[in-house]
């Protein structure tokens, strides 16, 4: 018996275009949408606007010009008579259908003045051995080459194949029968062609067990794979800092606020973790503006006071500077040395302070990810603190860990930070191999921001509002923000909005701050804004992040239905800082998309992260919301967040009773379920 080939190369090559790399991708490669072609309808009954299947003789047919090639077909069966259009057909088509015979046609009926009409219907000729199908068919999103006919066929042999071979042989049975779920090859056949009963929309489908169970499978595998790596980091070493208190007492007293009861909490969760010997792998998040910074200074207090060194990194030259003015000044009474090391600080500088790096000396050094890229070798790094961390790549969060090795063969500790709040479900599967805590309040005093959306034309309006703001002595961002396809324009409205806001206030100075400047004029720029000699600063994005001056109290962002909800919070996260009334104004131009429509009622109507991210995890999915595509860890092909919480729940706990029992299956579990299996890694 000669072994069937189930793939050409070409096909190969066709099916790796839609993803598809491997048996398991292939079978778990759904359809989008089922046809009914279970049932025959007459001409007659075929109803006008909806999709029927019809069986019938093509009498005639022929090429219109109306005003492009048509092929027109002329067919009827024994109740009436229909006309089939194809917009795009090959000549062999014509050859093909002039003598079928028989032929079933499957699409949407319409009436035209006085006869009936299908366009571009699916069809198949009608034999001897050509039964009607039990099921609904399945459509799958195909590609250039690779026809629904093909694709069925495909899957069709490979779904026979795997089920003689035992290929997905069940792995958890007593889980699977815990919840009731139907096999993983019974699921699959179902999933590409159920049978018809009511399961007709694709709502219903993806409410059936069958669909559960891939779901649950597929939420098992990443729970798995992240709680195995959260197991496993807690046995390397890391070390022990004992809780700095009276040093904590002194900083405490030299602040001019108090922490808030969140921020004491979460302190207390970082300092807590120091004492354990294992390195933290922390993610400490909360809405913008909520205080994380001097939480993580205050934690650092233990690093040093224990001997270790600290490194805080921030993804821009201007927040890391930010950063470093800030610790300056909070730290001024100590013997603390503070270093910056941005790739801007000037050569000499630069390896003065790399040496007190190695040699110790330095206690905290804050950088871009310039801190890691060089030759920096820390002394001894116990602890270091990555803010903004979406921002950072795999690559770059990598590099970081490579270079962090301790002398000792200690790891350090690592608090990752982030301003984009994350929705519970995604923390609960996304974040599964770190710890997360959460500042859930902003410190008190602070007055509300209010937000409007204007249409782009009341720019007069907007001066005057300007005024009332400088005449508070307030300051005011205008942000231009940058929009990929055409920064060369953007600069330019930049540059416009400058100059025409500097020849209108005389009064006030007016700055202007955008990515092509060099890192000094930036630093210069912003330097004078936080100091009050700048009132008015045009921007673009790059204030996006960090950027603490708490006088500004107006915003106004241009172009605002182009910008993602959590940028539009992030930017409007630079007002509301101060104990004053903020407002911050959107302008759009004409025309909104409706998802822009959606966006903008969200920022407008909710000032609070999470529900902000929760709104924005349902317009976009986690795999956008967290940038995952290019953080290396495989998305979610089928599970919901937004409505699988429950069987999520599940899978976590599932998957922390297996890998505490160490069992066996997990890795083949996680090779069926996890792309590229061998080559993710986690940061
Ligand atoms: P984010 O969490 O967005 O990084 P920051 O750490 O920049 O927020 O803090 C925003 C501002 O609030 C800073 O000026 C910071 O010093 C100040 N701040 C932090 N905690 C408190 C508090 N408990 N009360 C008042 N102001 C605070
Ligand atoms: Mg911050």
Redesign the pocket.
């Known amino acids: 018996m000669s072994k069937k080939k189930l793939l050409t190369e070409l096909q190969a090559k066709k099916l790796k275009k839609l993803g598809i790399t491997s048996t398991i991708d292939l079978l778990l490669y759904l359809p989008n949408k089922y046809n009914d072609q279970t049932v025959i309808q007459t001409i007659n009954d075929s109803l006008v606007g909806g999709k029927s299947q019809i069986e019938v003789n093509v009498n005639d047919l022929e090429v219109k010009y109306r005003p492009k090639k048509n092929l027109i077909l002329y067919v009827s069966d024994l109740t009436g008579q229909m006309q089939i259009r194809f917009l795009h057909y090959y000549p062999s088509q014509i050859k093909q259908l002039e003598s079928a015979g028989l032929v079933r046609f499957y699409g949407e009926v319409r009436q035209q003045s006085n006869y009936k009409e299908m366009i571009h219907p699916e069809y198949s000729l009608v034999n001897d051995s050509t039964g009607l199908s039990k099921n609904l068919t399945p459509i799958y999103s195909i590609t250039k080459g690779l026809s629904q006919n093909m694709l069925r066929k495909l899957i069709k042999n490979h779904i026979e194949g795997a089920t003689q071979k035992e290929l997905f042989k069940e792995l958890f049975l007593n889980l699977y029968k815990k919840y009731d779920f139907p096999s993983f090859m019974d699921s699959i056949s179902f999933l590409h062609e159920p049978p018809k009963i009511k399961v007709d929309d694709i709502e219903n489908i993806h409410n059936s067990k069958f669909f559960k169970r891939l779901i649950y499978d597929e939420l098992l595998a990443q729970q798995l794979f992240l709680r195995k790596q959260y197991n496993l980091l807690k046995k390397n070493k890391a070390p022990k800092f004992k809780h700095a208190q009276p040093k904590q007492q002194i900083f405490l007293e030299q602040l001019n ?4 009861d969140s ?1 004491k909490q979460v302190l207390e969760e970082i300092q807590n973790d120091f004492t354990k010997g294992f390195p933290m792998n922390r993610l400490l998040q ?1 809405d ?7 939480v993580a200074t205050i934690a650092a207090i233990d690093c040093i006071e224990a001997g270790f060194q600290v490194a805080f990194m921030a993804p821009t030259e201007i927040l890391a500077e930010q950063h470093y003015e800030k610790l300056i000044n909070w730290f001024k009474d100590t013997s603390y040395e503070i270093l910056l090391l941005t790739g801007s600080v000037p050569k000499k500088a630069k390896l003065e302070t790399y040496l007190k790096i190695e040699k110790g000396s330095a206690d905290i050094v804050i950088g871009t990810h310039a801190l890691f890229q060089e030759a920096v070798t820390f002394n001894n790094l116990g602890f270091y603190i990555i803010d903004e961390q979406h921002r950072f790549g795999v690559e770059q969060r990598m590099l970081l860990k490579n270079n962090s090795k301790n002398l000792q063969g200690f790891e350090p500790h690592q608090l990752m930070m982030s ?1 984009t709040p994350i929705p519970r479900t995604l923390s609960m599967s996304f974040f599964a191999h770190m710890d997360v805590s959460t500042i859930k309040e902003l ?1 008190g005093g602070r007055r509300p921001i209010t937000t409007k959306v204007y249409l782009d034309d009341k720019r007069r309006q907007l001066l005057n509002l300007i005024d009332e703001h400088c005449k508070k002595n307030n300051q005011v961002y205008w942000v231009c923000p940058l929009i990929e396809e055409s920064e060369f324009l953007d600069l330019e409205t930049a540059n416009d909005t400058y100059q025409e806001l500097e020849k209108y206030f005389i009064n006030q100075k007016v700055g202007l701050i955008h990515g092509k400047m060099k890192a000094e004029e930036k630093k210069e720029i912003m330097k004078k804004f936080q100091q009050n000699l700048i009132q008015i600063l045009v921007a673009t994005s790059v204030i996006e992040v ?1 950027v ?1 001056v ?1 006088n500004a109290t107006l915003m106004i962002i241009e172009n605002s239905e182009r910008l993602g909800l959590s940028q539009l919070h992030q930017l409007r ?1 630079r007002i509301g ?1 101060g104990e004053k009334s903020s407002f911050c104004v959107l302008l759009y131009k004409n025309k909104l998309s409706s998802t822009a429509k959606q966006r903008l009622r969200i920022i407008y109507e909710n000032t609070d992260g999470f529900k902000i991210a929760e709104e924005d995890l349902k317009l976009r999915g986690p795999g956008e919301l967290l940038g995952y595509k290019q953080s290396g860890l495989p998305t979610l092909r089928f599970a919901n967040l937004n409505r699988d919480l429950v069987i999520l729940e599940n899978a976590r706990n599932d998957a922390n009773s297996l890998i505490e029992k160490n069992d066996v299956r997990i890795n083949e579990h996680m090779k069926r379920w996890l792309r590229n299996f061998e080559e993710i890694v986690t940061v």
């Open positions: 606020f108090k922490l808030t921020q909360g913008v503006g909520c205080g994380k910074t001097v301003a410190p960090g603490d708490p996260g800082r």
